[in-house]
């Protein structure tokens, strides 16, 4: 990087392309003071802002100290400037106490492709778009052209928009190979609709920002997991089969997985959400929010888990940082003083829905360890579980008082990351990270690369919808992966149903079909299990599914390995195709294919009734999985009947004879 001082102001470039740019006609930063009005309503946030000023700011004076530039900004703004050979980092400090609105610019090309700004689940490339960064509950449908979303909003504001995300992150990457990330979790919103610049608005001034390019996107990804971190390799028996939601209580849980075992299906894991009980809101079956068995619901569990693992099969639960109010963890956490409170001083509760929760101070030190001791290591990891759904993380007050004194306006993009490292540091210091337990989750921030040991789209539709059904995350796994969270999954067949949106045979079939190429697989009931087709209903689809898990366990070598480079190098497992066809422009606007791993190529069906399937192939050595036909590469079109949906490998992968085993046993 070359800083280069101009008659007003200065320009940083490398390779002859300018990184960030600062002058009397294109200013690089922007402060002022806004008025924000925020209404939550059970995850969901209508926020507005009232900018009272905003004004650019000029370079004052420039002054170099070693290989650091210190910037003064019209005596507002005081930066430093460190450069290195592919690296900015700029620390920024105001001048001005009243300053809570802050923007910077970003030179542009008209051309350009971003993507990241945590996982986003309706555009992969963010180009074209703003993007609020807020963690929140996504929303039904997501869509406002559409009917289920405009039901949703009618009925309670619950119908979200492109734009909402359970993870959000102050961090992308661009098609001109260099990331950009801030260090804040203040409330942001990144701009990508300029032509000639990225405007990236934050409600704080940021401490750093950092800038950082690659000469390709293998090496990108490398230098973005080494600043924000990665997670180890996952416990070897996530690989050997399906994790089976199932729920009800031991007898009915044990009785799905036996016959699930009885049809062919390789169990790896049951999972009962309500291991610690149930109940029944307007939405559908929800949990009793005490983290602790329920023996009535569940009678003999411990017998039931030490039997199933001697089988290999693997007993999960379900958690999350709040407390239901009047349970028996709510009343030891409140007489111990460890729930947040309200501006006034009284307890802070959360609506979720037709009852209320507390909220363990995860910023308390004591109240933190009395969480990961007293819950995640006694409750869970000592009775036997061998992971759960780490849920929720987006529904933290914008006025709640917390132990740190810091601002639940800055907290609240953070706490997600702090939830996750409160389940990282659980299993570390049982010696179970990366060989025995497993958690997943959905909400993320700044941290989450580090401390999630595997990421879950959320809630999606059970249905095939751009915006919220099955092709929502493939966008989320790629915008995760971007950032740095590289290994996801997705409850097969969605989970949200919502009026008369209830999930079909064929969105099952077809949501398994593309599970089988994806580091996890695992189901889920639904909110509203009576309503929806279930998989153990029907002996096709458990015929099918026997199937689909065999073909997912047999590919176990190439999915460890793929993992395993993530560990170590920061590519995700499921990967954009441009991340190794660099050169081809059609591979950075396909949000609707992945590549898995280095050597095969997967596009999804996300249409009803589809007995063919278009897509995209860059040029390469192309073989079809299940027929064997080779491809160089382009548009083409490949039958795709159910059980078998396009799936391309390379023809010079060192995995070839695993795939060609696969297509004598499974293929056409």
């Known amino acids: 990087m070359e800083w280069i001082r101009t008659e007003t102001g200065f320009e940083i470039v490398c390779g002859g392309e300018t990184f960030l740019k600062a002058d009397a006609e294109c200013p690089m930063v922007y402060v002022g003071r806004g008025e924000e009005s925020i209404y939550a309503h059970r995850g969901y946030y209508d926020i507005t802002d009232h900018v009272t000023e905003r004004i650019p700011l000029a370079v004052k004076t420039v002054k170099q100290a070693g290989q650091d530039v210190e910037v003064n900004f019209s005596d507002v703004l005081q930066a430093v400037f460190h450069l290195e050979k592919d690296r900015i980092c700029v620390n920024f400090q105001s001048l001005d106490p009243g300053v809570n609105r802050f923007w910077l610019r970003i030179p542009a090309e008209k051309e350009e492709a971003c993507y990241g700004c945590g996982e986003q689940f309706s555009y992969f490339n963010l180009r074209g778009r703003n993007f609020p960064l807020w963690s929140?509950?996504?929303?039904?449908?997501?869509?406002?052209?559409?009917?289920?979303?405009?039901?949703?909003?009618?009925?309670?504001?619950?119908?979200?928009?492109?734009?909402?995300?359970?993870?959000?992150?102050?961090?992308?990457?661009?098609?001109?190979?260099?990331?950009?990330?801030?260090?804040?979790?203040?409330?942001?919103?990144?701009?990508?609709?300029?032509?000639?610049?990225?405007?990236?608005?934050?409600?704080?001034?940021?401490?750093?920002?950092?800038?950082?390019?690659?000469?390709?996107?293998?090496?990108?990804?490398?230098?973005?997991?080494?600043?924000?971190?990665?997670?180890?390799?996952?416990?070897?028996?996530?690989?050997?089969?399906?994790?089976?939601?199932?729920?009800?209580?031991?007898?009915?849980?044990?009785?799905?997985?036996?016959?699930?075992?009885?049809?062919?299906?390789?169990?790896?894991?049951?999972?009962?959400?309500?291991?610690?009980?149930?109940?029944?809101?307007?939405?559908?079956?929800?949990l009793q929010w005490d983290w602790?068995?329920?023996?009535?619901?569940?009678?003999?569990?411990?017998?039931?888990?030490?039997?199933?693992?001697?089988?290999?099969?693997?007993?999960?639960?379900?958690?999350?940082?709040?407390?239901?109010?009047?349970?028996?963890?709510?009343?030891?956490?409140?007489?111990?003083?460890?729930?947040?409170?309200?501006?006034?001083?009284?307890?802070?509760?959360?609506?979720?829905?037709?009852?209320?929760?507390?909220?363990?101070?995860?910023?308390?030190?004591?109240?933190?360890?009395?969480?990961?001791?007293?819950?995640?290591?006694?409750?869970?990891?000592?009775?036997?579980?061998?992971?759960?759904?780490?849920?929720?993380?987006?529904?933290?007050?914008?006025?709640?008082?917390?132990?740190?004194?810091?601002?639940?306006?800055?907290?609240?993009?953070?706490?997600?990351?702090?939830?996750?490292?409160?389940?990282?540091?659980?299993?570390?210091?049982?010696?179970?990270?990366?060989?025995?337990?497993?958690?997943?989750?959905?909400?993320?921030?700044?941290?989450?690369?580090?401390?999630?040991?595997?990421?879950?789209?959320?809630?999606?539709?059970?249905?095939?919808?751009?915006?919220?059904?099955?092709?929502?995350?493939?966008?989320?796994?790629?915008s995760a992966g971007i950032i740095g969270c590289g290994i996801s999954h997705s409850d097969i067949g969605g989970y949200t149903s919502m009026f008369e949106n209830c999930r079909t045979k064929e969105v099952f079939q077809r949501w398994a079909d593309m599970a089988v190429f994806t580091p996890v697989m695992r189901t889920h009931e639904s909110n509203r299990p009576e309503t929806n087709f279930q998989y153990y209903d029907d002996a096709d689809t458990m015929e099918l599914l026997a199937r689909q898990v065999q073909i997912h366990v047999e590919l176990k070598p190439y999915l460890k390995d793929a993992v395993d480079e993530y560990t170590r190098t920061g590519l995700p497992v499921q990967r954009p195709l441009f991340m190794h066809y660099e050169e081809d422009s059609r591979g950075y606007d396909i949000q609707n294919e992945y590549l898995l791993g280095r050597d095969m190529l997967v596009a999804p069906v996300y249409e009803s009734g589809a007995e063919e399937w278009s897509l995209y192939l860059p040029e390469d050595q192309w073989v079809h999985l299940w027929t064997g036909e080779e491809y160089r590469g382009g548009d083409t079109t490949v039958k795709a009947p159910v059980g078998q949906i396009p799936v391309f490998y390379r023809k010079d992968s060192k995995y070839r004879t695993l795939f060609e085993e696969i297509r004598q046993k499974y293929g056409c």
């Open 136 to 286: 929140s509950e996504p929303g039904v449908g997501r869509d406002k052209k559409t009917y289920l979303t405009w039901e949703c909003d009618t009925a309670d504001g619950t119908g979200g928009d492109y734009y909402h995300t359970y993870f959000p992150q102050t961090t992308f990457v661009s098609s001109r190979h260099y990331y950009f990330h801030a260090e804040t979790t203040a409330y942001a919103d990144f701009d990508f609709r300029n032509e000639k610049y990225h405007e990236l608005q934050f409600w704080a001034v940021p401490e750093t920002v950092i800038l950082e390019r690659a000469d390709t996107f293998p090496e990108l990804m490398q230098k973005i997991t080494d600043l924000l971190g990665r997670v180890p390799q996952m416990p070897e028996w996530v690989y050997d089969g399906i994790i089976i939601g199932v729920q009800g209580g031991t007898e009915r849980s044990f009785h799905l997985a036996d016959r699930s075992l009885r049809n062919g299906i390789q169990v790896c894991g049951i999972w009962c959400q309500d291991w610690e009980g149930k109940r029944v809101t307007s939405f559908g079956k929800r």
């Open 292 to 478: 602790r068995w329920d023996e009535k619901m569940y009678p003999g569990l411990p017998d039931k888990i030490r039997e199933y693992r001697e089988k290999g099969i693997r007993f999960l639960g379900y958690t999350n940082p709040y407390l239901v109010q009047g349970g028996q963890l709510f009343q030891e956490a409140e007489e111990k003083g460890y729930l947040a409170k309200n501006p006034d001083g009284s307890l802070c509760l959360v609506d979720f829905g037709e009852f209320d929760c507390g909220i363990p101070d995860l910023t308390d030190p004591e109240a933190y360890e009395w969480f990961k001791n007293r819950i995640l290591k006694k409750n869970m990891i000592e009775f036997g579980l061998s992971g759960w759904m780490a849920d929720f993380g987006e529904y933290l007050p914008t006025d709640v008082q917390l132990h740190s004194g810091r601002p639940a306006m800055l907290e609240h993009n953070h706490w997600p990351a702090l939830w996750a490292k409160c389940n990282y540091e659980a299993l570390k210091e049982t010696d179970t990270l990366g060989k025995e337990v497993i958690y997943f989750m959905r909400s993320g921030g700044i941290g989450s690369q580090k401390y999630c040991t595997l990421m879950w789209n959320g809630d999606q539709s059970v249905d095939f919808t751009r915006h919220d059904g099955l092709p929502s995350a493939i966008a989320a796994t790629l």
